[in-house]
């Protein structure tokens, strides 16, 4: 997991005021003597997240915190439920405070990368390996720190926020004639298991079962299978993960979307402590090269851990699956915590770090050539005042440790021109054939990674798999306007019914009209013709020609003025007729 350095070809660490180094010791990889390192101790930082509601719940509106953070990078552990016995203080670089939003001394996303994340940035874009782990119990911001919000600038964390800085910083490299290539990895350990999670984030260029050194798979429950991945080791080039994929970035957008593609297929589930639980450890990896810079040429390795938070197996309730990735999550984190004590006790000639695959992941993080920071996560609550006990004990050691950062004066020419040399010399003796076909495979993964040609053909396929993305939301909305356009034809056709019938409507309505003013225009005049009027014998030639209806509606006239007093036998009606003129 380091990057890839022949011997020889690293100059000493220059001094950071905010580290502390030590006199040149023992150096090199794992005890190995080099007279151009100069030791370094890890650095280390705590951020103490704030209460959450649940426990606001139980607590009440002024829960007493159990950590008190100094602003001289001292942390205070004290029981509130035992406020008689004195409290117990730790040392670290920062001391970062976030339980408390409305204080002065509130650190928040922006304040910790600057404290932290851009110092990582400097040094990596120098030439010097990096690597920044997340550490604490489950469910105290750990992957909030390390991813937050990317979509929010307020509250992107440290990974989007070192990302933006790498190719700012790079792009200033640019424009004073230097040139530079940055290639990311994002590996999961699930269960002491290995999982690329950019597997299939370029489907066009995965490898076929032929041309994986390692024929063997395994997957994880609900993915499709991909080349096995394993851990190697060189005395040179460092522990490197082989089958792992590489993919070019150059600008902040492409890694937001790689990650949110990791970020989906990595291991979260719901538990009893956190609604978001990570389930795994996962390592993002920054592969840079810079050339014809100020101070030469050099590649560096910058890694982000996001650990799995620490569970207590009596008080988080799991069971199933859920119980079975607890005891790997806190095997692997016990296995760390033995390196570490290994390593603080000087005796680095037998540091267990084989004993999981977490641990020989971070051995050259944490013993060779790295500048190391650890992150540790508290909460505030009285309920976890013991395992911020335990976390705060694991910080102390961890900032006991000593590593031995250099700078990676080389290109990737160098690195291949030096293991084919190695190749070529072991050929020439009785080597085992394991250990040869280990190196060829060593040197055909890197020489594919960094060739230009493959970079060309990632970034094609990356731009095919866009433009496929392209046309397809193209047929999408090609498709949603063809068939708007029919459902406005049809509509069209409704329209134009619709307005014939209203037509037919129109003309009934007008006939109907003219006959109701005939007939009222009738009706008033033989009105006329049954009060006797001077005027009733006037009559038109339209009245003439319908003499019948007439005298029906005048009879019917003058028996509706009938009074209802008169008996019914003595009714009589004396109707005065004009005489009828007879077409």
């Known amino acids: 997991m380091s990057s890839f350095f022949p011997q020889g070809a690293q100059s000493r660490a220059d001094s950071s005021p905010r580290r502390r180094s030590v006199s040149p010791g023992k150096s090199g990889r794992h005890g190995e003597k080099s007279p151009r390192a100069s030791n370094e101790f890890v650095q280390t930082a705590v951020r103490l997240r704030p209460f959450l509601p649940n426990e606001l719940s139980k607590l009440g509106t002024a829960p007493v915190s159990c950590v008190e953070m100094k ?25 970062f405070d976030s339980s408390r939003p409305k204080s002065d001394n509130y650190s928040d996303q922006r304040t910790i990368y600057n404290s ?44 989007p926020r070192i990302s933006e800085g790498l190719f700012q910083r790079l792009d200033q490299f ?54 096995r991945l394993e851990i190697r080791n060189h005395p040179a080039v460092g522990v490197y993960v082989e089958n792992l ?33 990570s389930r795994s450890h996962t390592i993002f990896m920054f592969k840079v090269e810079v050339r014809n810079a100020s101070n030469g040429d050099h590649m560096s390795t910058m890694q982000v851990v996001d650990l799995a938070g620490r569970e207590n197996e009596q008080t988080s309730e799991c069971k199933g699956d859920r119980f079975r990735e607890l005891r790997h999550i806190n095997r ?15 005796n680095r000639d037998h540091v267990p770090f084989r004993n999981s695959k977490l641990t020989m992941l971070l051995s050259d993080s944490l013993a060779s050539n790295s500048r190391t920071t650890l992150l540790a996560t508290l909460t505030p609550s009285s309920a976890g005042f013991d395992e911020n006990i335990l976390t705060c004990r694991f910080l102390e050691s961890t900032g006991r440790i000593t590593t031995q950062p ?47 040609h493959h970079l060309q053909a990632l970034q094609g396929a990356q731009g095919d798999s866009r433009l496929t993305v392209v046309h397809g939301a193209c047929r999408q909305v090609s498709s949603s ?25 129109g003309r009934k309505l007008a006939n109907v009209e003219k006959a109701i003013r005939s007939v009222q225009s009738r009706k008033a005049g033989y009105k006329g013709y049954a009060s006797g009027s001077p005027d009733s014998t006037a009559t038109t030639a339209g009245e003439d020609r319908v003499p019948g209806e007439a005298l029906r509606m005048s009879l019917g006239l003058a028996l509706s003025k009938r009074s209802p007093r008169q008996p019914k036998a003595e009714s009589s009606v004396r109707v005065t007729l004009p005489p009828l003129a007879l077409a």
């Open 71 to 95: 602003p001289n990078g001292h942390v205070v552990l004290s029981d509130p439920e035992k406020p008689q016995q004195p409290g117990r203080e730790f040392e670290c670089t920062f001391a």
């Open 116 to 159: 932290v994340g851009a110092e990582m940035v400097m040094h990596g874009t120098t030439g010097f390996n990096c690597c920044l782990v997340a550490y604490g119990q489950t469910g105290t911001g750990k992957t909030h720190t390390v991813h937050g919000d990317w979509q929010s600038h307020e509250h992107r964390g440290l990974l």
């Open 174 to 227: 640019r424009a004073e004639g230097a040139s530079w290539r940055v290639r990311i990895s994002y590996i999961e350990v699930y269960n002491d298991r290995l999982r690329d999670l950019l597997e299939h984030a370029v489907p066009s260029l995965s490898r076929s079962e032929n041309d994986s050194p390692s024929p063997r798979r395994h997957s994880k429950p609900g993915t499709a299978a991909g080349p």
């Open 245 to 277: 994929q590489e993919l070019p970035v150059e600008h902040l957008r492409d890694v937001a979307r790689l990650v949110s593609k990791g970020e989906k297929a990595k291991k979260v589930e719901r538990t009893t402590m956190n609604d978001r639980s």
């Open 332 to 346: 692997s984190l016990f296995d760390l915590a033995s390196c570490i004590h290994a390593l603080c006790d000087g």
């Open 406 to 452: 250099v700078v990676n004066h080389f290109g990737a020419a160098e690195v291949q021109k030096h293991l084919q040399d190695e190749i070529a010399n072991l050929q020439s003796t009785l080597v085992e054939e394991a250990v040869i076909a280990s190196r060829q495979t060593l040197l055909k993964q890197f020489s594919e990674v960094w060739s230009d």
């Open 481 to 505: 306007l063809q068939g708007a356009e029919e459902s406005l034809s049809q509509l069209e056709e409704r329209n134009h019914e619709a307005a014939k019938a209203l037509q037919k409507v």
